[in-house]
């Protein structure tokens, strides 16, 4: 499956985004989808997951309450409502799915295959 990740831009801190992660290829129905996030001179981290079917979500506790993951499974897209954004949520966002996950959804980059091409949030203090 392939992924293209848009929806980031230059946003005031308390501000909000919504991420959009538009997958093709095949349905991405069956897999496990996760929001990561990569900062300057940091390591990729996990953000968000969904399992298949968008009924289990799981965060990171920086962005728990603030973020939100949702899927639509006919529109093939996977989505990250960011709220009450914060200087550090500034980072290059990714769009990953894992068709190994199903209904687990995993933390660690290793277990997801596809990756979309990342979009850039920025949060001005």
């Known amino acids: 499956v392939q992924l293209q990740a848009f929806g980031g831009g230059l946003v005031q801190a308390g501000g909000s985004l919504r991420l959009s992660c538009a997958a093709s290829g095949r349905t991405f129905s069956p897999y496990a989808m996760g929001w990561f996030r990569q900062a300057p001179g940091k390591e990729r981290e996990f953000v968000a997951g969904?399992?298949?079917?968008?009924?289990?979500?799981y965060y990171a506790d920086s962005v728990q309450g603030r973020f939100t993951i949702s899927r639509d499974n006919a529109k093939n897209t996977v989505y990250l409502q960011m709220n009450s954004l914060k200087p550090e949520n500034t980072a290059v966002y990714y769009c990953?799915?894992?068709?190994?996950?199903?209904?687990?959804?995993?933390?660690?980059?290793?277990?997801?295959?596809?990756w979309g091409q990342g979009t850039l949030v920025t949060v001005s203090s």
């Open positions: 990953a799915a894992d068709r190994n996950g199903g209904d687990i959804v995993a933390r660690t980059t290793r277990a997801y295959e596809s």
């Open positions: 969904a399992n298949w079917s968008g009924g289990r979500t």
